[in-house]
């Protein structure tokens, strides 16, 4: 795995280019990512570029033995390019415009503003595609960043109501009968006359929903897909990428990724815990290492969208400026995080930033550097880490142990209709990887579409929309399976299916979901004995429960080597379930103390200690004697 940073040439003095480079490359980095937000430096005004700063910042990394991402500037349109088309900012589900003064303010539907993306990557392309220093390139940044994937704008209704035609063959009955439209009289008369879904007086209809969720991820696919295609005619033998972000499923992720050579992602474990859905214990628990899966988890997700290449674009050095709360990370951790990235498999690991800058919206982000120049904490680390990189040496890594199996459009169910207050589909999927991970076990995170067969145990957490093809391939493999609650509850138009859920997994599996409960806290303590279940349902079957629920309510049904899982129970009841599974499987289980996590390639195992204490492994696992060095938050 190779090291790098994100650099802003464009912010610093051209007097300490050259500088900045000798000390990247004596820190042991090899790759710096340029450019992505320099709009309005290479095209200051509309039609003139200037080139010549870029030329030479290019050419002072290189000379410094450092090879160049470079990140297309399309994310940061100039102010010119809004006043020529002001409509093509995007539009919020309130109506209001989301304006020139920071970033991201373009609507991905926006043709005109797609002619211009295009114009400026083909320039860039042609200037410096085939520059010797350039070793990839990054489409924009960050799609879907401050919420910018939805967009209700005039061009995206517009872009909305071509889609809806082509996908109902022009049909506009078609529609309507999918969407159930005779329900409050929605009928529509043509394609013109629908609308995006929000502004609507009570909640619109969750099949208009899911269809505007895949029209606005069908349009970030396609504005990517656009400069990848240019960029792959005027670079070739470049990687194409783009930086993902963690927790976000605005869009399919698999989709995007099938257009890039290399997934990559930006990783910030305290923010991230910080920001999303974690308890106040977690919290403050692991406020300033992470949660022990929060990174692991993107790893494992991200080495599933380009075909297993992927790496860490941004990596977190010291503390954010845009969580609630923002702590510095315990000594150690900027090391352990970069080396939990090559244990899972990481091409390179790039922090973000190189030195931390004294102007605008950032000024409270910390870099490698301080604002001064002087080496930060995370330079340290970094240093310490191109260490320990070459001293474990490559790694060959060839297993493959559980399947996860992961759908962006079912997350997009789940939000249309969640039936029960903070019922997301990704806290779900991460309770379940981290119950496996509890036990040991490698994961790999994979679309329902990819290849599993070769998995030695496959794990859907929820595919509210089950088809028979997945059903067949599923049942033709022998390995232990477990599909969880809402499975097949849907069909592709988001109506409940004839034969009710689990829809066609019910010719593999005998059993009926006839009705389902979301539970408040509290609530399955009361009534089942049972700690934190928030979703229940209610099985027909003649099939005997594997598993129960403590009061004798069945929660697991099998049949042959598949399980049906009736509920959305604690990662505790899950860890007993998996670990049956695995034993079935006769996968090599290590139960875990809490904060440890392992991943094992196969030429080395790697130990990761997120709490604060000192952990004696050979108590946990034999062969642990041979380790070299174990890496937590303080050694
Ligand atoms: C990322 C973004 C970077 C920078 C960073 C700060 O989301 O790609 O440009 O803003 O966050 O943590």
């Not at 400026?321 to 900027?334: F, H, I, K, S, T």
């Not at 599996?509 to 409960?517: A, G, Q």
């Not at 594997?546 to 860890?575: C, G």
């Amino acid at each position: 795995m190779k090291l790098g940073c994100c650099y802003y040439p464009e912010h610093w003095p051209e007097e300490i280019w050259a500088d900045d480079a000798q000390r990247m490359a004596e820190m042991g980095l090899e790759l710096v990512r340029i450019g992505e937000f320099s709009w309005s430096r290479i095209e200051p005004e509309p039609g003139q570029y200037d080139w010549d700063w870029l030329d030479r910042a290019i050419d002072t990394l290189s000379q410094a033995g450092l090879k160049v991402i470079l990140g297309t500037p399309t994310a940061t349109p100039p102010k010119w390019l809004v006043d020529q088309m002001p409509d093509m900012i995007a539009i919020d589900a309130s109506g209001n415009a989301r304006k020139f003064g920071s970033r991201r303010h373009y609507c991905f539907s926006h043709r005109p503003y797609r002619d211009e993306c295009a114009r400026i990557v083909t320039a860039m392309a042609e200037r410096f595609g085939k520059h010797p220093a350039i070793s990839a390139w990054q489409t924009d940044n960050e799609y879907g960043c401050h919420e910018t994937t939805i967009s209700y704008s005039h061009a995206a209704a517009a872009a909305f109501r071509v889609w809806l035609a082509q996908k109902y063959d022009d049909d506009v009955q078609r529609l309507n009968a999918a969407w159930g439209n005779v329900f409050w009289s929605m009928e529509y008369r043509s394609f013109d006359e629908i609308d995006p879904p929000n502004l609507t007086v009570t909640e619109a209809n969750p099949s208009h929903v899911l269809d505007y969720r895949r029209f606005a991820s069908d349009e970030v696919v396609s504005f990517n897909r656009l400069q990848a295609e240019i960029l792959r005619a005027h670079s070739p033998g470049r990687d194409i990428t783009h930086n993902f972000m963690g927790f976000v499923t605005d869009f399919d992720h698999h989709d995007v990724g099938a257009d890039c050579d290399v997934a990559t992602w930006d990783s910030y474990p305290l923010g991230f815990l910080e920001q999303f859905w974690f308890t106040d214990d977690e919290k403050n628990r692991y406020a300033r290492q992470g949660h022990p899966d929060i990174a692991a988890f993107h790893h494992d997700l991200y080495r599933g969208c380009s075909n297993g290449r992927w790496a860490v674009m941004e990596q977190q050095p010291g503390p954010v400026n845009w969580a609630r709360y923002n702590p510095a990370p315990l000594p150690g951790m900027v090391r352990l995080w970069t080396l939990e990235a090559m244990a899972h498999g990481a091409e390179f690991c790039s922090f973000f930033r190189w030195r931390q800058a004294p102007i605008a919206q950032e000024q409270m982000h910390a870099g490698l550097l301080r604002p001064d120049s002087v080496e930060d904490q995370g330079g340290q680390e970094a240093r310490q880490a191109a260490d320990d990189i070459a001293a474990i040496g490559p790694l060959t890594d060839t297993t493959k142990s559980v399947a996860l199996l992961f759908s962006y459009e079912a997350a997009w169910l789940f939000e249309a209709q969640p039936q029960g207050q903070n019922f997301r589909y990704i806290e779900l999927v991460f309770e379940t990887y981290s119950a496996l991970r509890q036990l040991g076990l490698n994961v790999d995170i994979l679309s329902p579409d990819a290849r599993f067969e070769d998995h030695q145990m496959i794990i859907a957490p929820s595919l509210p929309i089950l088809t028979d093809d997945l059903v067949s391939r599923l049942s033709d493999t022998n390995v232990p399976i477990l599909i969880g609650p809402r499975s097949g509850s849907k069909t592709a138009d988001f109506q409940i299916p004839p034969e009710l859920a689990p829809g066609p997994l019910q010719s593999k599996l005998p059993i009926k979901v006839t009705r389902v409960e979301s539970l408040r806290p509290g609530l399955a303590e009361e009534s089942h004995g049972e700690g934190k279940i928030r979703w229940f349902e209610h099985i027909a079957t003649s099939l005997t429960p594997e598993r129960m629920l403590k009061d004798n309510t069945p929660m697991v049904f099998q049949s042959r080597n598949i399980r049906y899982l009736a509920a959305w129970p604690d990662a505790e009841y899950m860890k007993e379930i998996f670990h049956k599974m695995a034993m079935e499987a006769k996968l090599d289980l290590t139960t875990l103390p809490q904060d440890i996590r392992i991943r094992t390639a196969d030429n080395v195992r790697y130990a990761f200690n997120y709490g604060q204490e000192s952990v004696d492994l050979t108590t946990i696992f034999s062969g642990a004697d041979n380790f070299k060095f174990i890496v937590g938050s303080s050694n």
